[in-house]
Nanobody, 125 residues
Framework: QVQLVESGGGLVQAGGSLRLSCAAS????????MGWFRQAPGKEREFVAA????????YYADSVKGRFTISRDNAKNTVYLQMNSLKPEDTAVYYC??????????????????WGQGTQVTVSS
């Protein structure tokens, strides 16, 4: 079994930055793609970013491209999401997730077997 714990969320003004972390425990995830999703009130969960097990493949949603950076440290079993130039529309609960495969259908939430509990990000205007 795998447990994922997100941290780093909070309240920030528009234009500010936050860095989310996702620590995995239970087993090593160095062979699994990892993703970040978010869900705003009244909206469906949406894909934000994904990174392959090696870090060699990375994919972003158009809405965050150029502002967010995903990275991972397999030695620490941790994935990060650096969020810059935040906008009010980035307000959501952010979830990290572990895929069952190295890199496949990474934008689809049903590709991911394990999910964290989420961390709230609120961007004020």
């Amino acid at each position: 079994q795998v447990q994922l714990v997100e941290s780093g969320g909070g309240l920030v003004q528009a234009g500010g930055s936050l860095r989310l972390s996702c620590a995995a425990s239970g087993r090593t995830l160095s062979s699994n793609a990892m993703g970040w999703f978010r869900q705003a009130p009244g909206k469906e969960r949406e894909f934000v970013a994904a990174i392959s097990w090696s870090g060699g493949s990375i994919y972003y949603a158009d809405s965050v491209k150029g502002r967010f950076t995903i990275s991972r440290d397999n030695a620490k079993n941790t994935v990060y999401l650096q969020m810059n130039s935040l906008k009010p529309e980035d307000t959501a609960v952010y979830y990290c997730a572990a895929s069952r495969r190295a890199w496949s259908r990474v934008t689809m939430h049903d590709e991911y077997d394990y999910w964290g509990q989420g961390t709230q990000v609120t961007v004020s205007s």
